[in-house]
């Protein structure tokens, strides 16, 4: 039975089963890209495909510790999942580690215990950009120019959908996978409508923010006093308000894009957990990021061209960060959600 697969947004295929898990196993799809087979209603990603079955008609299962698939009958089950012998060990440890570290919240991914290490996070970027650095300096560029363009036709609307692709490549570089230039455009080609939905709710509350300044606005010019008005002085102080609050959840929900396509959670859970994880650390991650901004501003005031190394680097570093919070259990996690 042939198989076909999506890839970069593309169709294709025919490839039998066993071409299909050579493919995965080498990194060049994973198991959130779409298959389909004859018998198939619909697309549907990898992880969720049912039937999974070699030429000769032996059953086949996903590792849940590796990811790769392979025969159910070369694997241990462990209730409803299969674990590689080669990966038991691992995938033990895992499960011992995440009962004691993994917090009682219900989202069962977010560690009890972590920290923000400002000077590690950005070394260790250094090192990843220093690794590769002009496919990656090239890659921030152009989705840096797509999004400029995009903006000129209301690329407000879909910010984020263009830059989880590029999170997405960058933590790809970060974990040692492959990673092409289609990666950078993953917010497209995998999950966009849970990007376009996290856009909206950002931007609605950015609008939001600028309300009672309007209503200020239009109030004072139909009252027509000079003098500032009690209306006038508490719109103004809701207006702050609404800006600080807007500021705050653009930084408590700046993981999110990358906890959504990491962890496959739907977007407003994967903004719940980020926050969660902001408020854990606020002064540490309040910190990092103002860090982050002042090295951005550093970029600029080197007539704008340091902005091409500076950018990158500080969403390595924020990627770091991620790695450092939800990296460590990141099979643990991922079967939970798989469960």
């Not at 030429?55 to 409803?80: N, T």
């Not at 497209?188 to 909206?200: I, Q, R, T, V, Y």
């Not at 930084?251 to 739907?266: E, G, R, S, Y």
Request: charged share 15%; net charge negative; with cysteine.
């Amino acid at each position: 039975m042939k198989w076909y697969f999506e890839k970069f947004g593309e169709r294709q295929g025919p490839v039998s089963i066993q071409e299909l898990v050579e493919i995965l196993n080498r990194g060049e799809i994973t198991l959130d890209n779409l298959v389909w087979r004859d018998g198939m209603a619909n697309w549907t990603p990898l992880r969720e495909a049912d039937a999974l079955t070699s030429e000769d008609g032996a059953e086949m299962a996903i590792c849940a510790q590796s990811g790769k698939v392979m025969l159910k009958s070369e694997m241990m089950p462990y209730g409803d999942k299969f674990i590689s012998p080669e990966h038991s060990d691992a995938f033990v440890q895992n499960l011992m580690e995440t009962s004691d570290s993994v917090s009682s919240n219900d989202d069962g991914v977010l560690p009890a215990d972590f920290s923000v290490n400002i000077g590690s996070s950005l070394s260790r970027a250094w090192t990843t950009m220093a690794q590769d650095f002009w496919p990656i300096t090239g890659i921030a560029l152009l989705i840096n120019v797509v999004y400029g363009a995009a903006s000129q036709v209301g690329g407000g609307l879909v910010a984020i959908p263009i830059f989880a692709g590029l999170y997405y490549y960058l933590l790809r570089k970060i974990r040692g996978q492959p990673a092409e230039i289609g990666d950078a455009f993953y917010g497209f080609s995998n999950g966009f409508l849970k990007f376009f939905l996290m856009n909206l709710v950002i931007l609605g509350i950015s609008i939001a923010a600028l309300i009672p300044f309007f209503v200020v606005i239009f109030a004072s010019a139909a009252v027509g006093s000079e003098e500032p008005s009690v209306l006038a002085i508490g719109g103004m102080v809701l207006t702050g308000i609404m800006i600080l609050f807007y500021l705050y959840v653009s930084v408590a929900w700046t993981l999110a894009p990358v906890i959504c396509f990491d962890k496959n959670l739907p977007f407003w859970d994967s903004m719940k957990l980020s926050m969660k994880a902001y408020n854990r650390q606020f002064f540490w991650f309040s910190l990092f990021f103002l860090t982050l901004v002042l090295i951005n501003l550093l970029g600029f005031a080197l007539l704008v061209i340091g902005l091409y190394v500076t950018v990158p680097l500080t969403l390595l570093a924020m990627l770091h960060v991620y790695e450092d919070i939800f990296g460590g259990k990141r099979s643990a996690a991922q079967q939970q959600l798989e469960g």
